[in-house]
């Protein structure tokens, strides 16, 4: 092998086009993610936690974020995959004189060993004929705005200090350094391969990996995945899809807390071009019934535990009011602020850190947790206490405000409104602390009280969020506009799906916010950005409680399965136009929507109880006649 | 020498030793955590690394306090200026002759000279342990010439 490092090069950046946002791929440890392009760049990375901030941030801007890139000199196409059951990304490039696989992954702590706190490993080997690989090295700390100074130390490796902590790469060759940035160009024959460890410590002295270990350390990470995966009860027939969507969802959950984040990015754009740039790396409430209900029927019980353990105890500080969104550690999200030196992906300016959305008063979280717990607890889990004490305060907390107008489910920051989603999971929140009262599991509950509210609150959906001229739920109470939340009506057990006012909304909904090729827009904006993805899982979910035939849910699921891209993975929005992903990557919520409709279908082929939110569900004959 | 006064002191000492230690790692003034670096010669499990080396330390740091001790009764001198002046020179030595002798005695510790093997991936100190940050031999300074200060001032001469 020869090495040849570059101290000035030409360029320090590879130049031109952004990549597509569904070129992406992702790769983390529970702690942090990575995503990683088809030419081999790791463009994103934040060290040590999904938010904090990045070291490589190509991703939003290519000449300022920073990059680790690895990748063939010549022309070169690929191909890339997961291994199987593994967060670990295979890309293989092949160019006119040979064949090279880059492995990407970043290993699982393994307890009690003496490994880094947090690392990247990266391995490209050659597996035919011989070709010239360039490794580029260019971190850029605090979202672009630092320029680290690399300082080569001899076999130690080299290393660049930033923030708090101190980075460390090593490799089976020494990369040149070109004070901020470090090139490595070197031929490879079959059979010859370079391994790098790149590693952050912040609270001691760093941990320096040894090389000649890499490789046993790659397959100790890649059982642990598998170890993970063989544990997950789902048998059905979109496996291999669930299977990517829990491994993800998986990789999202910062396994200090248990809290998941809606995804690993920030202000990748909704539209291209556009200001709809949010940032995602922190934990929404309203995700939480979905996602635990994932989490208990894949037979993830202790994930499923541990998140709504951070629920009830790490968001302490605000009950009994919540917040809408929480970092990892249950603190209030960060105050909102725009990046001066990132411009964002394609120039879609701003950037953003951190979120204004804390500030937002969204009525539905309640029924997120409330039913989160519920669920819980249908699947055997106990509430202790405390948890008991903060249920009620929260269920006391819905009947003093349950009437009051919120900012809803999707975030807009024009005003509050009364949402007909809000009422719902209102209206989920007193049903379920009532279903758990009456079972047993939950004390000192105004039950009356409760009863008598959540029934009003089911009289004002049944009157005022139905417009008779539309013949369908509306948005807001009193409204005219329609939006895809409004399928979930069927979901939290407040209508059945196959109810003449359900089948008439869903016929509304397709009719205006359906695109020809099954995908939804939440709701009607002008301009419009992409089709939100988890909309078109609740549809299929939708189906597959009853609306429709088993085989409509599977058509609609395998149809929407062409929309992620070629490792499986989605991001919050679909171009109608292109297929493409947008919106930041990947996305929590997406998956939780697939493993949810997979969930409901292969329940009902299987002829099982969908959905245990409670036994006596509302759905029964006395609410219906209610709602007729 | 007073026995009683010196188990006391010393133990006072010892204990706003490692916290003003683990308060400036905490804070981010340095990676330098020494229970880590002292368990981590027993075990390679760094959970117990760090509960052996806490142990360890403050054994340690009871121990090394009899020094201090005896230099008081000799000189007769036990003011607390004088304990942060031999803290102070502690620090040095730590600082320079330990930093540069631990790579070596330390199992586990990588050696510029040879780089990281299996056995040891430590990251060594470096000179005046600036390895593990800029400000590591201000928090070094601060904390042995409280160390030192405390123990005088606690300390009742014999």
Request: glycine letters at 10%; a negative charge; one cysteine or more.
């Given at each position: 092998m020869s090495a040849q490092p570059i101290v000035n090069p030409n360029h320090t950046f590879p130049q031109g086009k952004f990549?597509?946002?569904?070129?992406?791929?992702?790769?983390?440890?529970?702690r942090s993610a990575a995503l990683v392009s088809k030419d081999g760049s790791i463009d994103w990375l934040c060290w040590p936690r999904f938010d904090s901030p990045s070291i490589f941030a190509a991703l939003l801007d290519r000449e300022r974020g920073g990059l680790w890139k690895i990748s063939p000199i010549s022309k070169y196409s690929i191909k890339r995959h997961y291994l199987p059951d593994t967060n670990i990304l295979q890309t293989e490039f092949t160019t006119e004189s040979g064949t090279a696989v880059l492995t990407d992954l970043m290993p699982v702590r393994e307890n009690g060993s003496l490994v880094p706190d947090h690392e990247i490993i990266?391995?490209?080997?050659?597996?035919?004929?011989?070709?010239?690989?360039?490794?580029?090295?260019?971190?850029?700390?605090?979202?672009?705005?630092?320029?680290?100074?690399?300082?080569?130390?001899?076999?130690?490796?080299?290393?660049?200090?930033?923030?708090?902590?101190?980075?460390?790469?090593?490799?089976?060759?020494?990369?040149?350094?070109n004070e901020h940035s470090a090139i490595l160009r070197h031929q490879l024959k079959s059979g010859e391969s370079l391994l790098f460890s790149l590693s952050y410590t912040e609270n001691a002295p760093a941990i320096l990996p040894d090389i000649s270990q890499i490789r046993h350390r790659m397959s100790v990470c890649a059982d642990w995945w598998r170890q993970w995966v063989g544990a997950m009860r789902y048998e059905g027939e979109f496996r291999d899809e669930v299977v990517r969507s829990a491994l993800t969802l998986k990789l999202l959950t910062y396994v200090l807390s248990g809290a998941v984040v809606a995804a690993p990015t920030t202000s990748l754009p909704e539209r291209i071009g556009g200001s709809l740039n949010w940032d995602y790396r922190y934990c929404w409430l309203r995700d939480a019934s979905l996602t635990i209900r994932a989490m208990l029927e894949l037979g993830y019980l202790d994930e499923a535990a541990?998140?709504?353990?951070?629920?009830?105890?790490?968001?302490?500080?605000?009950?009994?009011?919540?917040?809408?969104?929480?970092?990892?550690?249950?603190?209030?999200?960060?105050?909102?602020?725009?990046?001066?030196?990132?411009?964002?992906?394609?120039?879609?300016?701003?950037?953003?850190?951190?979120?204004?959305?804390?500030?937002?008063?969204?009525?539905?979280?309640?029924?997120?947790?409330?039913?989160a717990a519920s669920q819980y607890v249908f699947h055997g889990g106990n509430l202790d206490h405390e948890m008991q004490k903060v249920l009620v305060g929260f269920g006391n907390y819905v009947v003093k405000h349950w009437d009051e107008p919120d900012e809803g489910l999707w975030e807009p920051r024009n005003g509050r409104q009364n949402h007909t989603h809000s009422r719902l999971m209102c209206w989920t929140a007193l049903d379920r602390l009532v279903s758990l009262a009456e079972q047993g599991k939950l004390k000192r509950v105004k039950v009356e009280e409760y009863k008598r509210n959540r029934d009003a609150i089911q009289q004002q959906i049944c009157t005022?969020?139905?417009?008779?001229?539309?013949?369908?739920?509306?948005?807001?109470l009193d409204g005219e506009d329609l939006d895809a939340s409004l399928l979930l009506l069927s979901w939290y057990g407040f209508e059945k799906p196959d109810s003449p006012r359900m089948q008439a909304t869903y016929e509304a909904i397709r009719r205006q916010?359906?695109?020809?090729?099954?995908?939804?827009?939440?709701?009607?904006?002008?301009?419009p950005e992409g089709t939100f993805a988890i909309?078109?899982?609740?549809?299929?979910?939708?189906?597959?409680?009853?609306?429709?035939?088993?085989?409509?849910?599977?058509?609609?699921?395998?149809?929407?399965?062409?929309?992620?891209?070629?490792?499986?993975?989605?991001?919050?929005?679909?171009?109608?136009?292109?297929?493409?992903?947008?919106?930041?990557?990947?996305q929590a919520f997406t998956h939780i929507g697939l493993i949810g409709a997979a969930l409901s279908l292969d329940q009902r082929v299987k002829g099982e109880q969908q959905l245990g939110h409670r036994p006596e569900s509302a759905m029964d004959e006395e609410h219906q006649s209610k709602v007729a | 020498m007073n026995w009683s006064s010196w188990i006391l002191s010393g133990f006072v000492a010892t204990v706003v030793l490692s916290a003003a230690l683990a308060t400036s790692q905490g804070l981010g003034f340095t990676r330098m955590n020494l229970p880590y670096l002292i368990g981590a010669v027993l075990t390679h499990d760094r959970d117990r690394a760090r509960l052996y080396g806490f142990m360890a330390h403050v054994i340690?740091?009871?121990?090394?306090?009899?020094?201090?001790?005896?230099?008081?009764?000799?000189?007769?001198?036990?003011?607390?200026?004088?304990?942060?002046?031999?803290?102070?020179?502690?620090?040095?030595?730590?600082?320079?002759?330990?930093?540069?002798?631990?790579?070596?005695?330390?199992?586990r510790m990588a050696t510029e000279r040879h780089g990281p093997t299996a056995k040891r991936q430590l990251e060594p100190p470096g000179f005046m342990a600036l390895n593990y940050g800029y400000q590591t031999p201000i928090s070094v300074f601060l904390s042995h010439a409280a160390f030192g200060a405390i123990l005088a001032a606690l300390y009742k001469l014999h």
């Open positions: 990549p597509r946002i569904c070129d992406y791929a992702v790769i983390g440890d529970c990266r391995q490209i080997e050659c597996t035919s004929g011989e070709l010239e690989i360039e490794v580029l090295l260019s971190p850029r700390g605090n979202y672009g705005d630092a320029t680290p100074k690399l300082e080569q130390r001899g076999r130690l490796g080299l290393r660049f200090c930033h923030g708090r902590g101190v980075y460390w790469l090593r490799g089976s060759e020494s990369l040149g350094v541990q998140f709504l353990d951070w629920m009830l105890h790490a968001t302490r500080l605000t009950q009994p009011q919540l917040r809408i969104l929480y970092t990892v550690f249950g603190n209030s999200a960060p105050k909102e602020w725009e990046s001066k030196t990132l411009r964002g992906y394609e120039n879609s300016a701003p950037v953003r850190i951190g979120n204004a959305a804390r500030d937002q008063l969204q009525l539905d979280v309640y029924g997120e947790v409330i039913d005022r969020a139905w417009n008779e001229n539309l013949k369908s739920y509306v948005s807001v916010l359906g695109t020809r090729d099954g995908l939804l827009y939440r709701y009607h904006v002008n301009p909309c078109s899982f609740w549809e299929a979910e939708y189906l597959a409680l009853g609306a429709g035939k088993s085989d409509e849910c599977r058509k609609l699921m395998k149809s929407l399965f062409k929309y992620q891209n070629d490792i499986g993975l989605y991001g919050e929005e679909i171009d109608a136009q292109t297929g493409d992903a947008l919106g930041n990557f990947p | 340690n740091g009871w121990a090394f306090s009899i020094i201090y001790v005896l230099i008081f009764e000799t000189t007769r001198n036990a003011s607390w200026w004088f304990g942060l002046v031999i803290g102070l020179v502690h620090a040095l030595f730590v600082l320079t002759i330990g930093t540069m002798l631990l790579p070596t005695l330390h199992p």
